[in-house]
């Protein structure tokens, strides 16, 4: 026995003679309103979903909120005690003398053990910074500005 395929019929030869279309009210389906708005409209909002969330961290950046971003607040970078103690017992800071030489153009937080006598130069640093560095013979002191 040989099947033979069977034609789609068009969904809207079933409605034929019904004046909405299987859509309810008449004033159903009419424009952009019914649809929640026009193309991507409300895609962040009423039309959202987790599909649109993952967009949020693409590359097109869609949905992102583009805020104000404040001109004062300055980003610095910032290095801990431990950190540039570790380099020095790894011996990757030159010596002046007997102590650990380190220049840094940021900011050094006291964040650590200092085992090692350095010798810092940094543009800013925190208040427990120089207690650390004296109980072990080190000191910091202020960076040159660089001239253009």
Do not use: C
């Not at 033979?4 to 009210?25: F, I, N, Q």
């Not at 869609?62 to 970078?77: H, I, L």
């Not at 940094?122 to 002191?141: C, M, P, Q, T």
Request: proline share 1%.
């Amino acid at each position: 026995m040989i099947l033979m395929r069977k034609r789609k019929s068009k969904k809207t030869r079933k409605y034929l003679g019904k004046r909405s279309h299987g859509a309810g009210d008449v004033k159903n389906r009419r424009g952009s309103g019914n649809r929640g708005g026009r193309g991507m409209a409300g895609m962040a909002k009423h039309r959202w979903t987790t599909t649109t969330n993952m967009d949020r961290d693409s590359k097109t950046k869609y949905f992102s909120k583009n805020g104000f971003t404040n001109p004062r607040k300055s980003k610095t970078d910032v290095i801990n005690l431990y950190q540039i103690n570790q380099m020095a017992v790894l011996g990757q800071l030159k010596k002046s003398g007997n102590k650990h030489l380190f220049e840094f153009n940021g900011k050094v937080l006291a964040t650590g053990k200092v085992t090692t006598a350095l010798l810092i130069k940094a543009s800013s640093w925190s208040k427990n910074v120089e207690k650390k560095l004296k109980e072990n013979d080190g000191e910091i002191s202020q960076i040159a500005p660089e001239t253009a």
